[in-house]
């Protein structure tokens, strides 16, 4: 149960995190990153999984400028203000999100937690150990606090 919940926490904070990244960036480069790469190269990818990578990453490009074009100049304004942290920032815009443009960032993030379901589907049983590992130490590595107002879990 305590893995559920962890990985639930986990799993919220890293939508959240890529929402208020994507939104925050007003460019985003269509090639992948150093860090992508190193994942790519850790994991052993096949040609069809980079591809579907990178197809997801397409995809979610799209639908982040979609959104991001149906924001108001205040909305602009809340996501570049740098005063304003991480949770601070997304729920001051919540607030002013209307309900097309809040269920347009529903349907985002259901479409990049499907996305990311399915690429997960096709690791191997050895790919996917590797994915825990390098998981569990992105986890360690300034996550320790845990996402604000979810409850900390041990174990």
Do not use: C, W, Y
Request: charged residues 30%; aromatic residues 2%; positive net charge.
């Amino acid at each position: 149960m305590k893995n559920l919940v962890k990985g639930l926490t986990l799993s919220t904070a890293l939508v959240l995190g890529l929402a208020l990244t994507s939104v925050a960036q007003t460019t985003t480069p269509t090639e992948p990153s150093t860090q992508e790469h190193h994942k790519k190269a850790q994991l052993n990818l096949t040609d069809a999984q980079k591809a579907q990578m990178k197809s997801n990453r397409e995809s979610e490009k799209a639908n982040r400028e979609k959104f991001e074009s149906s924001l108001t100049a205040d909305q602009k304004a809340i996501m570049n203000d740098k005063s304003l942290k991480g949770k601070e920032r997304m729920d001051k815009l919540n607030a002013t999100l209307t309900p097309e443009q809040k269920s347009m960032r529903k349907a985002n993030m259901e479409s990049a937690k499907k996305n990311n379901e399915a690429f997960k589907a096709t690791l191997t049983p050895e790919q996917k150990e590797q994915f825990g590992k390098m998981k569990g130490k992105m986890g360690h590595k300034g996550h320790e606090g845990g996402h604000k107002g979810a409850p900390k879990t041990e174990g």
